[in-house]
């Protein structure tokens, strides 16, 4: 994801971004869910913008999607049902 918002946004850059963006928010848990709908409203907004779109609020939002599916994958929860299978 991070290679496809690198600016200066492209259209085509855009349309898989928000592929992936959809993904996320239809199959990640809740938490990360939430962060893929909100992702797919920033990607909105820049392509509303067109050339001058500001692409922090994507970038802050996937670095959030990475920290919490990071967090998600790395839990005591998922760890024990990884090894134990």
């Known amino acids: 994801m991070e290679g496809l918002i690198r600016p200066p946004l492209l259209p085509s850059q855009l349309e898989r ?3 992936l963006a959809l993904a996320i928010a239809r199959n990640a848990p809740d ?3 939430m962060l893929g709908t909100r992702l797919v409203r920033a990607i909105q907004d820049a392509r509303a913008a067109g050339e001058s779109a500001d692409i922090r ?3 802050l939002i996937v670095a959030q999607v990475r920290r919490r599916s990071t967090s ?3 839990s005591p ?3 024990a049902t990884r090894t134990s299978g």
Do not use: E, Q, W
Request: glycine share 6%.
């Open 17 to 19: 971004a928000n592929g």
């Open 72 to 74: 998600l994958y790395n």
């Open 31 to 33: 938490a990360v869910a």
């Open 57 to 59: 609020p994507i970038a």
């Open 77 to 79: 929860r998922l760890s």
